[in-house]
């Protein structure tokens, strides 16, 4: 499994934002990991943090992971094959955390096949063992950075969906250009989707959701489901972190916009 470098610094708390949902603060690294190697400009919306993998996420991984992991191939990935020959609408989605979304979301919705993606090791350890414990066969699991999935093994005009809850807000202005959300990036998430596909975001960071809004709004290739942030889809569960923010008086803002027929 290729995990990327680590930072030795775990859910730290942020000097000049709240939270987001997982309790990370999408500020977790110093300001030398917001720099790009001058030779490396792509988005790098992650700084890996060091975290304990417990003994029943060790055990998930050695007995499930050679049944739900994907391993990263610069090559085309086909995704019928990769979910055990179950054809079905294949959703994207882009850093699960601990997996408790996911999970959820695959038991609501288990004619959707879940190609989830996530470099915290032990989240991906935490999401095969949920996978084993609630019996879930429609998840499968790339623990690799979310651009190279998309730029290397997945084709456009084939994703039924793509979900990005509580991405790293990267609170701070000189950061902020590690946001998932943006136009370069999400142009590439829109030329995945099928027409009819849709991207579904959640943040709980208010300047993050209006950045969120003002770019999604500007591709040409997608249009809003709602006149500007969409009411909670049902399938997507308020997690504890999510209640946790919602009873300090946080707001969370989803954003919902659908691929048009446009090339
Ligand atoms: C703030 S957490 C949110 C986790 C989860 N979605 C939730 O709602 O609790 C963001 C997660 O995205 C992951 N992440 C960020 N960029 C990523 C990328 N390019 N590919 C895969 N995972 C990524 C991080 O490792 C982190 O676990």
Not at 81 to 89: D, N
Not at 171 to 198: C, D, M, S, W
Not at 254 to 261: A, K, M
Request: glycine fraction near 8%.
């Amino acid at each position: 499994m290729n995990f990327p470098d680590t930072v030795p610094n775990d859910l730290p708390r942020s000097d000049d934002a709240p939270a987001s949902a997982d309790g990370n603060n999408g500020d977790n690294s110093g300001d030398d990991a917001a720099k790009p190697h001058p030779l490396h400009r792509r988005l790098k919306s992650f700084v890996k943090r060091a975290g304990r993998t417990t003994e029943g996420q060790a055990r998930a991984f050695a007995e499930l992971g050679p049944l739900f992991l994907v391993p990263y191939k610069p090559e085309p990935l086909d995704l019928t094959e990769a979910f055990g020959g179950r054809a079905g609408p294949t959703v994207l989605e882009i850093g699960f955390g601990m997996g408790e979304a996911t999970a959820h979301i695959a038991t609501v919705l288990p004619d959707t096949n879940f190609l989830c993606c996530e470099v915290h090791e032990p989240g991906v350890g935490a999401l095969l063992k949920r996978i084993g414990e609630q019996s879930l066969s429609n998840i499968r699991i790339c623990a690799h950075d979310a651009v190279d999935v998309l730029d290397h093994m997945l084709q456009p005009g084939t994703l039924a969906g793509v979900h990005v809850f509580f991405p790293d807000p990267w609170h701070k202005k000189r950061h902020n250009k590690r946001r998932l959300i943006q136009p370069e990036f999400v142009t590439k998430l829109a030329q995945h989707l099928r027409t009819g596909g849709y991207i579904h975001c959640a943040t709980d960071w208010q300047p993050y959701a209006e950045q969120m809004l003002e770019v999604l709004a500007a591709e040409p290739l997608l249009r809003n489901t709602a006149e500007a942030y969409a009411p909670k889809p049902e399938y997507r569960p308020l997690t504890k972190f999510e209640n946790r923010g919602i009873k300090l008086g946080h707001g969370v803002w989803d954003l919902v916009f659908e691929r048009t027929s446009a090339a």
